[in-house]
């Protein structure tokens, strides 16, 4: 479920979380489709960004996920379980971009 910017939404994106405004007031129910018009409103309400049903939207592209965790675990490599860490996070990556 990613948040998304109220400048990235689009018609017919689901909600995966109510919006609520600020006094607390659900605005809108979680699954409420979206219409150019809600997206207006919700602008309109100063509400930044809303969490959209769905896989999460990646960016940052894959090369520099695992460029990233490289360098991350470079100096702690020699450790075996750190190893072992490192291979779950890299197949964790690997699979977001599936």
């Known amino acids: 479920m990613p948040k998304v910017p109220v400048s990235q939404l689009k018609p017919g994106m689901k909600l995966a979380k109510p919006v609520v405004a600020k006094n607390g007031m659900v605005m809108l129910g979680e699954a409420t489709e979206l219409t ?29 996920a695992l460029s990233a965790l490289d360098a991350r675990f470079a100096p702690i490599e020699d450790k075996p379980y750190m190893k072992n860490l490192k291979k779950i996070v890299r197949e964790h990556i690997e699979g977001l971009y599936e």
């Open 36 to 64: 150019q018009t809600w997206i207006e409103r919700i602008d309109d309400m100063g509400i930044a960004s809303v969490f959209i049903d769905g896989p999460p939207v990646q960016t940052v592209s894959r090369e520099d």
